[in-house]
């Protein structure tokens, strides 16, 4: 049988999109190319604009554009004979362990300070963008006396900031080069069209500012970063 199955992962960590056009299904990692496939609805969707201004993302299976869906994770899409299902196959669940608050503590201690010395381990150039951020400092702290000195420490920040501050003091306490990535007046408005297209239209430009991270392929082959980080610990 002709029967199209497109399945996501479980937090969808790679975005796969999809849109219904003349009784066919066409895919894509990218919203963009979607666009131009004939017959999509290419009009600009209100309810995720406002959800991308709100929460700086759009929430559930809209996109910005109203002809075109995001696969939820855990998700399994099945086209056939020109209908789409669109089915979950896990759900997350919460069971409660054995062990006090402390033990979960520490366990989460040892799980992070596993994964971060994994990342200083590969073997290419690893880099490590340092800030004011509990994120950062939480990488830094893990690894600490054992960070190679000559890792390249990064932080970009308006001039005199607080993340420029704190991540030159921070690099010159483990003795690690620093470089200062200031950002320019109007930094946003330079890199508005290329967030917009780098990320599909699907993350605030207002985030701009990471991408000056750029600068920092001359000196590393990868960065540790700990997006997200912050709101856990909080």
Do not use: K
């Not at 960070?147 to 003795?175: E, H, K, N």
């Amino acid at each position: 049988r002709a029967r199209l199955v497109l399945v996501n992962d479980r937090f969808g960590l790679r975005n796969l999109y999809y849109a219904s056009t003349g009784g066919c299904l066409v895919f894509a990692p990218l919203v963009a190319p979607l666009l131009r496939a004939p017959g999509v609805d290419a009009t600009p969707d209100a309810a995720a604009a406002a959800d991308l201004l709100a929460f700086e993302h759009v929430l559930g299976s809209r996109t910005i554009a109203c002809g075109v869906r995001a696969l939820p994770p855990a998700s399994i899409a099945r086209f056939e004979a020109g209908t789409l299902h669109v089915t979950r196959y896990w759900t997350p669940r919460y069971r409660a362990g054995r062990g006090t608050l402390a033990d979960h503590t520490d366990e989460l201690g040892r799980r992070f300070g596993s994964a971060v010395r994994h990342a200083f381990e590969g073997p290419g150039r690893v880099g490590l963008p340092l800030s004011a951020g509990l994120d950062s400092r939480a990488i830094l702290a893990t690894i600490g006396d054992h960070l190679p000195r000559a890792t390249p420490c990064f932080t970009y920040g308006i001039a005199d900031s607080a993340d420029l501050l704190t991540g030159a003091r921070l690099a010159g306490l483990v003795g690690a080069p620093h470089h200062a990535l200031a950002l320019a007046p109007g930094y946003i408005a330079e890199r508005f069209a290329e967030m917009v297209e780098r990320t599909d239209g699907m993350h605030l430009a207002l985030n701009a500012h990471a991408a000056v991270l750029q600068a920092s392929a001359r000196a590393c082959d990868l960065i540790v970063l700990g997006n997200g980080g912050d709101c856990a610990l909080d």
